[in-house]
T-cell receptor
Framework: GAGVSQSPRYKVAKRGQDVALRCDPI?????LFWYQQALGQGPEFLTY????????KSGLPSDRFFAERPEGSVSTLKIQRTQQEDSAVYLC???????????FGPGTRLTVT | GQQLNQSPQSMFIQEGEDVSMNCTSS?????WLWYKQDPGEGPVLLIA?????ELTSNGRLTAQFGITRKDSFLNISASIPSDVGIYFC?????????FGTGTRLQVFP
């Protein structure tokens, strides 16, 4: 596709449920990033992949958050046992390499009730 | 998490006016980027800056990479209604982007 796509666009989960958020990067982009954006804030870094290797997961807030990119293309961000503080927009971005511009998808708005 | 200081926090201007906003950091960055975000959408890249002192334009937008590498400025000339949105600066720290707190722009006809 022409841009980064994410699904679902909206997700409502009950506290304690597991969720999986999907990201399809721009074709040919080897670098993929996940960010979390709380209401009224700028995005905050969660994790980074170079192809299938997860090179930086320093921003993941707890061990309930897990990301994978098994074939170096599509990525999934999984949140286990969701809590209310996990409510946010989760943004995915991709780039041709880590030092070049990152292009963002539309985000998944997660609401935990 | 770390966020860069961006000012002003919000601006209310009339169509046709010029706009200036800036972003400061306590850390040095080698790349500065400016994004615009509309409600319900992801950030859209406006301008990327790679060299200290660099001045880059994209249509009515002009951005500068501060000489100290700790700040950046964005100017919008002759604003139009579609300029409404939230503008974010971001500094690139190796692999990750560190974002500013955002400037919300409202344009009145």
């Amino acid at each position: 596709g022409a841009g980064v796509s994410q699904s679902p666009r909206y997700k409502v989960a009950k506290r304690g449920q597991d969720v999986a958020l999907r990201c399809d990067p721009i074709s040919g982009h080897v670098s993929l990033f996940w960010y979390q954006q709380a209401l009224g804030q700028g995005p905050e870094f969660l994790t980074y992949f170079q192809n299938e290797a997860q090179l930086d997961k320093s921003g993941l807030p707890s061990d309930r958050f897990f990301a994978e990119r098994p074939e170096g293309s599509v990525s999934t961000l999984k949140i286990q046992r969701t809590q209310q503080e996990d409510s946010a927009v989760y943004l995915c971005a991709s780039s041709v390499s880590p030092i070049y511009e990152q292009y963002f998808g539309p985000g998944t708005r997660l609401t935990v009730t | 998490g770390q966020q860069l200081n961006q000012s002003p926090q919000s601006m209310f201007i009339q169509e046709g006016e010029d706009v200036s906003m800036n972003c400061t950091s306590s850390s040095i960055f080698n790349t500065w980027l400016w994004y615009k975000q509309d409600p319900g959408e992801g950030p859209v890249l406006l301008i990327a800056l790679y060299k200290a002192g660099e001045l880059t334009s994209n249509g009515r937008l002009t951005a500068q990479f501060g000489i100290t590498r700790k700040d950046s400025f964005l100017n919008i000339s002759a604003s139009i209604p579609s300029d409404v949105g939230i503008y974010f600066c971001a500094g690139q720290d190796t692999d990750k982007l560190i974002f500013g707190t955002g400037t919300r722009l409202q344009v009145f006809p």
